[in-house]
Structures are given as structure tokens and as C-alpha cells.
């Protein structure tokens, strides 16, 4: 078994070389003298795919994460490649497949009692698999925590030990952990004749700090782990430490799944099959998503930028200094001259996972209304993000949402772990909230095809190509019905919203990847993820939670008043407004989706009213309304 998975994963040497002589040339000038090891990369891909969209993520961090593929040498790959075939042979595939066999036969659904089943008495299936990840490296870790999201469609049982490694892994040694922060310490506050954090930092003030810190992490993740100390003139801080030595694993990584997705796209179907010459993994693009996935390891390893991450999010967001109207929450403020590349020093914050719900208690149902709530105000902070003011905290698993008990006995929301933070474009903006209201309210499928373009995911000239056209608007159809479940709406009132279906979603996206020329951008991975993270926890409690019951009525409150007076928004607003048969302003239509809004958010229709005719998006395409009914009515009395 170490032998065919060490095959599987070496690849092709030769494929591994092969890069054109020009990109070649330029990669070499990145890095004067670099030397470049055997295992080189086909970078042609690079070039078209720089991540922008990303905040603090600039040109020459791109450029860095070049030269971390360009300096693995072969023998440390070799070595890395051997060190996982060892771990995935011995810790988990051995285990489960000689527990499978030698233990009593289970039936086909019976995978609850398979995972909870205990080898040697001692460590569960679930355990053993969740333990092999946290062996491999924070890559890996990262990989089980976006699986650990997903219950209702992975076994919860494995979703649950897998979850575990978001914030409850082994941590390092604690004399290792405090010798980083005294050394990191010291080198920051070295210039006597500066105040950091209010103090004037000497040996005493270190000392004193370094005292204060908890005997043992409060918290252990795959990148870091936490402790609370208390700091001089302040108060309570969270001191984060990143593990040692993980950035070599995490760069070497990088380089194999690099090296491994561009193997799998240059795989070709066999002659004497009707697709021969054709790749075998269709358009899919595995090299963007691998990349993608590995750049988001490495942002959350730069704490210096985490550090800038949270000042902005705290000026936006916090609940006590942040400009945001619509969305606040408790955001920790930060110590940047006491924070560095592998130190981070913040606020220390009070609460309670939103998961942490004691099943005896008498206050259980109260507890779960409560957290609920707070979930879904999570949905709708998250909307607000995204489509508001485009800067969006990108991975809001369980361990970083807390319930923070406020002054005078209420409850408010804390974000933690500022590591991803995503930038989205106004265009992209719109053309999310036009596409929810076109699937949810008209049912327009090809309105939806044609907003791919804005969202950046299918070229433009694919649409140009009327065959194409159709071809991807079947493709939809299809697509949406496996995956929206529609119920039936018997009063007429207002829109009957569908519930999205899970376990149909890879598979259908999967399709639809293979095919068409559909690119993943960063965006949407790190959103994508973010909402079905917080779907995820509502379920746990909610189990007839509709996600989508937040996201659409978000979404006509912001295409109607059209704050930005964005082009997209206010033509997709008209269309929805018009007869599918005449084109022309329907009344009925526009009553409908105002009565949606009310309905859905729990407003008077005269607020509702009063909203759309105070926006500047709403007096601009009342204008237009007004118009559009005026001549309507001057072609009938021609007519006549």
C-alpha cells in the first residue's frame, strides 16, 4: 500500500520539468542566483492567475510564493512525499481498512456505529482519521476543517472529530512557545526611548508580561496557539504564537499539490475512446483551486498582516469605534508594536462558542434560541460584508464566533482569527445580489447565465456563442432542480423560497465545472465557504433552517434601494419589474416583490415604501418606472 501511494504521488519527473523557456526567464530574474531543484513547476499558469482580489496580498507576496515553489530541492520533496504515503498508509487507511474487514459486518447505511467503532478500545475510527490529518501538517488541517463544515453531508460523526481540528489540537511545548514570545518581544521593543502599548518596555515590564502568561495554552489551532496574559497599564491580552518550523512543511506542500494538480490536468483521455485527446478532467481548473487553497495557508501565517487585517475590520465592524451603520460586532483591538511575524498580542475576549449547548439543562431551548439568533445575525453580518462594503472575514468556522456577554446583561456577537480577509469588486457586488433575486423571485435561468460573466466565473466570448449559450442555460436548469428544493406557495403572496439541497451541490458544480469553462475565483471559495460554514451551525441547531430565507429578502433590500447606483443592479431591477411576455412594466410584478420584501424582513410596507423613495438607487429607477408606464399608456391611446 506506502508503495503504490508513493508512486501515485511522485508523478511524472519529466512533466514536473517542463515549463516554457520564457516564463523560465522571467521566474529566474525574480531571484538572482536562485537555484532551482529538479522538481520544477509548470508556471505558465501564473501569469493569468495573480490574486488581487485579495486585501493586503500584493504583487510582491506573489512573487514570494513563486520563489517558495522554485527553492524546494528534490530530496526534501522526496523526503515530504514519503513522510505523508507513511502517515496516510499507517494512521489511516491500514486502520480503517483492516477495521472494516476483521470487525462485524455493518450494514450499507450503518456508517454512524463504523466511525464510532473503537480500535483496541481506545481510539474511534473518526479519531484515528481526524489524528492522521493533524500529523500531516496545518495543509492538511486545513483540508479536514472545510470537510468538518459540512455534517449534514459528510458522517457526523467524522465531521465532529474532524472539527476538533479547528481550535482543540495538540499543542507544542510550552517552553518553546514562551522562548518565541521573549525573543519576539525583546526585538520588538528594543528602542527603549518608545512607548509600546502605553509602556515604556524594559527587562522589568518583559518580565513582568512574560509572568502573567497562563501556565498552558487557552487554545491550540494548526498554525498557532493562544495565550492569555495580562498586559501592563491595560489588562487581559490573547497572545498568539505561531508553531515552530510549520512554514518549510506548508511551503513543501504547496509544491506537491502544485506539482500533483498539474499531472492531474495534463492527463488525457486513451486513444480508440470517443474523447480521445481530450484532458480527462474536462475545463476543470485544479491548478487555480490548488493554488488558491495554498495561498490561504500562507496568509494566515503572516501575523503582521493578520495585525493590519484586524485594525481595518475593527474600524468597519467593532461595535465600539466602527463606522458601519448596518453591521457591528465585538472585534478585539490589536497591539501592532507588539506584534511580528510570529507573535500576535490583542484584546482579550470573554465568551462562549455559539456550538456549546448543554444537553441536560434545564435553560437548553432558551440557550438555542439565543445562540440561533446570534447565528443568523452571523448570515446577515456576513451579507453585509459581502455585499456592502466588499471586505469580508473569510473563515467564520465554530471556534472563531463567540457569544459575548455585554453590559447590562446582553449579548453580542465576537468575531476572532483575522487571518483571510477577502476584497470584493462593486461589479461582483451586484451581480451576486442580482443573481439571488433572478433564481429566487423570477426563476430566470438565463438572466442568472448571463450574470456569470459579472461574477467572474465563465468567460465572456463563451456566452457570445449563442449554441454555447444554450448549452450552459440547460446545463443550469438542470443543475438547479438537483439542487433547490421548491415548496408550493398557497396564499400567492409573496415568493415561495426553496431550500438548497446539499447533498446534490458538489456533484451538480462538479458537473458544470467539467464542461464549461467555468473559473473558481478567490472570492468565491472563501465566500462560499464562509456561508456554509454558518449554515452548517445553524442546522446543528435549527434543523429546518433555510439559509436562503436570509440571503433573498437581504438581497431585494439591496437591489431596490441600490445604494451605489450601480448600472447592474438598477437594469437587472427594471427586468425583474417587466412582463416576461411584453417586456414592459408590470405592476403586478413590482407589487410582488415589494410585499416579498415586507414580508420576508418583518417591515411596514410604508417603511418599505419610504426606503425606496429616500435611496438614490430608488429615486433614480422610479424615474425610469414612471416613464416606461407613461409610454406605455401613450402607445395604447395611439392604438385606439
Known amino acids: 500500500m506506502r508503495v503504490l501511494i508513493l508512486l501515485v504521488l511522485c508523478l511524472s519527473p519529466q512533466h514536473c520539468r517542463s515549463f516554457s523557456a520564457s516564463v523560465a526567464d522571467r521566474k529566474r530574474k525574480l531571484q538572482p542566483g536562485n537555484r532551482h531543484g529538479p522538481f520544477r513547476i509548470d508556471w505558465s499558469f501564473f501569469p493569468n492567475h495573480v490574486p488581487s482580489v485579495n486585501l493586503l496580498w500584493n504583487q510582491t507576496s506573489w512573487k514570494n510564493y513563486l520563489r517558495i515553489h522554485q527553492s524546494v530541492g528534490k530530496r526534501k520533496s522526496f523526503r515530504r512525499i514519503f513522510q505523508i504515503a507513511l502517515t496516510l498508509s499507517s494512521e489511516i487507511l491500514r486502520p480503517l481498512v483492516c477495521n472494516f474487514v476483521k470487525g462485524p459486518r455493518l450494514a450499507a447505511s450503518d456508517w454512524d456505529a463504523f466511525w464510532s467503532r473503537r480500535i483496541r478500545?481506545?481510539?474511534?475510527?473518526?479519531?484515528?482519521?481526524?489524528?492522521?490529518?493533524?500529523?500531516?501538517?496545518?495543509?492538511?488541517?486545513?483540508?479536514?476543517?472545510?470537510?468538518?463544515?459540512?455534517?449534514?453531508?459528510?458522517?457526523?460523526?467524522?465531521?465532529?472529530?474532524?472539527?476538533?481540528?479547528?481550535?482543540?489540537?495538540?499543542?507544542?511545548?510550552?517552553?518553546?512557545?514562551k522562548r518565541i514570545i521573549r525573543r519576539d518581544l525583546a526585538a520588538l521593543t528594543k528602542d527603549k526611548s518608545k512607548r509600546y502599548a502605553g509602556n515604556t518596555w524594559d527587562s522589568t515590564t518583559l518580565e513582568s508580561f512574560m509572568g502573567s502568561l497562563s501556565a498552558k495554552p487557552v487554545a491550540a489551532a494548526s498554525i498557532a496557539q493562544v495565550y492569555k496574559g495580562t498586559l501592563p497599564g491595560y489588562g487581559d491580552v490573547a497572545v498568539k504564537v505561531q508553531r515552530p518550523r510549520i512554514r518549510k512543511k506548508v511551503e513543501l506542500d504547496a509544491t506537491l499539490f502544485h506539482s500533483a494538480a498539474t499531472w492531474m490536468e495534463s492527463l488525457k483521455w486513451p486513444s480508440g475512446t470517443p474523447m480521445h485527446g481530450e484532458r480527462l478532467v474536462g475545463s476543470m481548473k485544479i491548478v487555480s483551486t490548488v493554488d488558491e487553497f495554498t495561498t490561504r495557508v500562507f496568509e494566515e501565517m503572516d501575523f503582521e498582516r493578520e495585525a493590519k487585517n484586524i485594525e481595518l475590520f475593527g474600524r468597519l465592524y467593532s461595535h465600539k469605534r466602527g463606522s458601519s451603520k448596518s453591521a457591528k460586532v465585538v472585534v478585539p483591538e490589536v497591539f501592532p508594536e507588539l506584534s511580528g511575524r510570529r507573535v500576535l498580542v490583542m484584546e482579550w475576549i470573554e465568551g462562549k462558542k455559539l456550538t456549546n449547548i448543554c444537553d441536560s439543562c434545564e435553560?437548553?431551548?432558551?440557550?438555542?434560541?439565543?445562540?440561533?439568533?446570534?447565528?443568523?445575525?452571523?448570515?446577515?453580518?456576513?451579507?453585509?460584508?459581502?455585499?456592502?462594503?466588499?471586505?469580508?472575514?473569510?473563515?467564520?468556522?465554530?471556534?472563531?464566533?463567540?457569544?459575548?456577554?455585554?453590559?447590562?446583561?446582553?449579548?453580542?456577537?465576537?468575531?476572532?482569527?483575522?487571518?483571510?480577509?477577502?476584497?470584493?469588486?462593486?461589479?461582483?457586488?451586484?451581480?451576486?445580489?442580482c443573481a439571488v433575486v433572478q433564481l429566487v423571485f423570477a426563476r430566470n435561468i438565463e438572466a442568472v447565465a448571463d450574470l456569470l460573466v459579472d461574477l467572474e466565473m465563465i468567460p465572456e466570448e463563451r456566452m457570445m456563442n449563442p449554441i454555447e449559450r444554450k448549452e450552459l442555460v440547460d446545463a443550469l436548469k438542470q443543475s438547479f432542480d438537483d439542487i433547490l428544493l421548491w415548496p408550493k406557495d398557497e396564499n400567492g403572496r409573496s415568493t415561495a423560497v426553496p431550500k438548497v439541497r446539499f447533498e446534490n451541490l458538489i456533484s451538480s458544480l462538479t458537473s458544470l465545472i467539467s464542461v464549461f469553462e467555468f473559473t473558481v475565483p478567490p472570492y468565491f471559495l472563501n465566500n462560499a465557504r464562509a456561508l456554509a460554514t454558518l449554515e452548517g451551525m445553524a442546522l446543528k441547531l435549527d434543523p429546518d433552517f433555510n439559509i436562503l430565507r436570509v440571503i433573498y429578502p437581504y438581497s431585494i433590500n439591496r437591489l431596490m434601494r441600490n445604494p451605489s447606483v450601480g448600472r447592474l443592479a438598477e437594469e437587472q431591477f427594471l427586468e425583474i419589474c417587466r412582463s416576461p411576455d411584453t417586456k414592459l412594466f408590470d405592476l403586478n410584478r413590482s407589487m410582488m416583490l415589494l410585499n416579498d420584501w415586507a414580508l420576508l424582513t418583518g417591515y411596514r410596507k410604508r417603511k418599505v415604501f419610504w426606503d425606496l423613495a429616500t435611496s438614490a438607487g430608488g429615486r433614480r429607477v422610479s424615474r425610469r418606472i414612471i416613464r416606461e408606464w407613461y409610454l406605455k399608456r401613450v402607445r395604447r391611446v395611439r392604438q385606439w
Not at 474511534?124 to 453531508?153: E, H
Not at 465532529?160 to 482543540?168: F, G, K, P, S, Y
Open 121 to 177: 478500545g481506545k481510539t474511534s475510527n473518526a479519531q484515528r482519521v481526524a489524528q492522521g490529518f493533524q500529523q500531516l501538517g496545518p495543509t492538511f488541517v486545513k483540508l479536514g476543517q472545510a470537510m468538518a463544515t459540512r455534517p449534514d453531508i459528510l458522517n457526523v460523526q467524522l465531521a465532529n472529530e474532524l472539527a476538533n481540528l479547528q481550535d482543540n489540537m495538540t499543542t507544542f511545548d510550552n517552553r518553546v512557545a
Open 363 to 433: 435553560e437548553r431551548e432558551e440557550v438555542v434560541k439565543e445562540n440561533l439568533v446570534l447565528v443568523k445575525k452571523s448570515i446577515e453580518f456576513t451579507l453585509s460584508q459581502l455585499i456592502d462594503t466588499g471586505i469580508l472575514h473569510a473563515d467564520p468556522h465554530a471556534g472563531n464566533l463567540l457569544k459575548v456577554p455585554l453590559p447590562g446583561g446582553k449579548v453580542e456577537l465576537g468575531y476572532l482569527d483575522y487571518g483571510l480577509i477577502s476584497n470584493i469588486s462593486q461589479r461582483v457586488r451586484d451581480g451576486i445580489v
